[in-house]
């Protein structure tokens, strides 16, 4: 897909904006959103996973064993919500 | 004549005036005519005045407004006379078809001074005798026919057994009924 | 071999929808568009049609239905006549902003109130800057056609489509029509293949996504660029429908124009009675002539003032008040086109006329004629916004 972007021009959008290209949030980075932002302390952890679903941004990676890892800060808005599921203390907000 | 013809019928909702107006302008269009057929829509109540109209041309016909200087005027209930001025604009050369038991003689004083010619048909009682019910549209279709001399009585005919075979395609036996109101009314017409 | 046939203006139409089969309809009744969905459920119920009909429960919805299924990916049509017009109004943005190609015959009829519902031009012309193709027809045979050629000009445009006629004068009268063969009609329009629709499984798209202060300034131009290009797109499926047909259309229909000294400007039903008028003026020695704009979006600037350049006077019809305190939208339309041609010599002057239904007699379109006689003579004295057939 085109790099659609505030300078594209009337030539360069498609008709009725209509976005042609599925997946393109990885496009778009909200983690200039965030005000507050989640630290992980991985000593606390104990791989639950209760953290993952609750991420409405997909923002916490889960590799192929199903451990999770540190926070993808690009598009992590600072919710909170991952901080408040997890049960171990393993999750603070900054 | 002028080669465009303009009729109005008058009729009360619910007598099917609109419905004749519409198989006159079939049974035309059958003999290679131009037609318009037309309703003037207004509140839609069983008995209340309504008027139709019908353009038959052998050219195309381009004019779209209601018709003011009638050749024909077609009344289908002889109580609108007196109620609705049914001559309004009626050329004098032309002339008023009306549904009436009585003559045209005992009808001329009620069409406000109206000089043209006038013509009456029973159209009840050849209903009744010929349909065992009153529907006046099929005599009234024949009567202004006759009348306007728009077509010949034989085409007249032909087309319209075509026309109830297809229209009654489900209940064929009302088809000799109406093509006898249909012969009586073409014979019966009083003041031609 | 074209068939002959009498036909109200709009079983015409709902035979017009027959025969292209479109894949959806969503419409909810509305005089004097009402016998369209009617004629058209019964084909439906018929199986002479394979479309989808949704009986929605207003016309809000009837034309949301039409926008989501032709997102979709389907050939979408519908029909509706003033105050169903005026509840569809937020979707009417939404189909041509989305660049739906929905082809809607509008069954021109008075927007209430007081509640009236007869013909003029008040609904149709209410939209006439919500990004939709307007065409305008005088007879049944120009809806017909018209509905025919509509569904090509919105698809090629990415535009929807108004089919717009009188509401009564045309929706209701029987007259001679010549209809098309299925097949060829079928073949006309042939299959509707959409670049991008949501139901393509190959290619999963997000339409109608937010279009801030950086977009949609863009995406509006992009609509009134395919206005622009329309004029063209018309032009060529009009040539190709008269290839099939013979029935030749352009943007504006001209009569008696060669010689005119004195013209009407008009739209629809109208047009009829006036070129009756005109034979009948002719016959005493007046120039009069006609123009009939077919098209009303995109409108035909350049090509109403070429026809109008060496006329003396033009009286411009509008079947509807802009209520702007001056003229109709024709008239502001005319004028501009005449304006910006640089054509100054042509004295124009407006008549509102027929609203709510008001009968226009060939009496009426003879004064317009007699009264740009006397403007041509005189200079135009007092208010060139005129009033025709208004009592008082």
Known sequence: MTNINAKSTWQELTPGGTICEAANSEQFHTGDWRSRKPCFISDKCKQCGLCVPTCPDSAIPVDENGNRGDFNYDFCKGCGVCAKACPFGAITME | ?192 | MSIRERLSGNEAVANAMRQINPDVVAAFPITPSTEIPQYFSTFVNNGQVTTEFVPVESEHSAMSACIGAAAAGARVMTATSANGLSLMWEMLYIASSLRLPIVMSCVNRAVSGPINIHNDHSDSMGARDSGWIQLYGETNQEAYDNAIMACKIAERTGLPVMNCYDGFITSHSIENIELEEDDKVKAFVGEYKPAHYLLNKAEPIAVGPLDLQPYLFEHKFQQAQAMREAKDVILEVSKEFSAMTGREYGLIEEYKMEDAEIAIVVLNSTAGTAKYTIDRLREQGVKAGLIKPRVFRPFPYAEIAEALKNVKAVAILDKCDSTNGAGGPLYTEVTSALYGAGITSVKAVNYVYGVGGRDVRTDDIEKVYRDLQLDVANGIQGTPYRYLGLKG
């Not at chain 2, 909702?13 to 035309?28: E, H, P, R, V």
């Not at chain 2, 008023?96 to 109206?114: A, M």
């Not at chain 2, 006038?118 to 026919?145: E, H, Q, R």
């Open chain 2, 1 to 192: 004549m002028d080669n465009l013809i303009e009729i109005r019928w008058h009729g009360r909702g619910g007598q099917g005036a609109k419905t004749a107006s519409l198989l006159l302008a079939d049974a035309a269009f059958n003999t290679g005519k131009y037609i318009q057929g037309f309703p003037e829509y207004g509140p839609e109540r069983m008995g209340a005045p309504i008027t139709a109209y019908n353009r038959i041309s052998d050219k195309p016909i381009t004019i779209h407004s209601n018709i003011y200087e009638p050749d024909f005027v077609v009344v289908v209930d002889d109580t609108l006379l007196g109620a609705v001025d049914v001559t309004a604009g009626l050329k004098e050369d032309g002339a008023i078809v009306i549904n009436s038991t009585k003559s045209p003689d005992e009808l001329r004083g009620l069409l406000n001074g109206y000089k043209g010619k006038v013509c009456t048909i029973d159209a009840k009682t050849i209903s009744i005798d010929c349909l065992g019910k009153y529907f006046p549209n099929t005599p009234m279709l024949a009567a202004i026919v006759k009348v306007s001399g728009i077509m010949e009585d034989e085409a007249f005919l032909n087309d319209m057994v075509e026309s109830f075979k297809h229209k009654f395609a489900k209940k064929p036996e009302v088809i000799d009924g109406n093509m006898e109101a249909i012969r009586r009314s073409l014979n019966e017409v009083k003041g031609l």
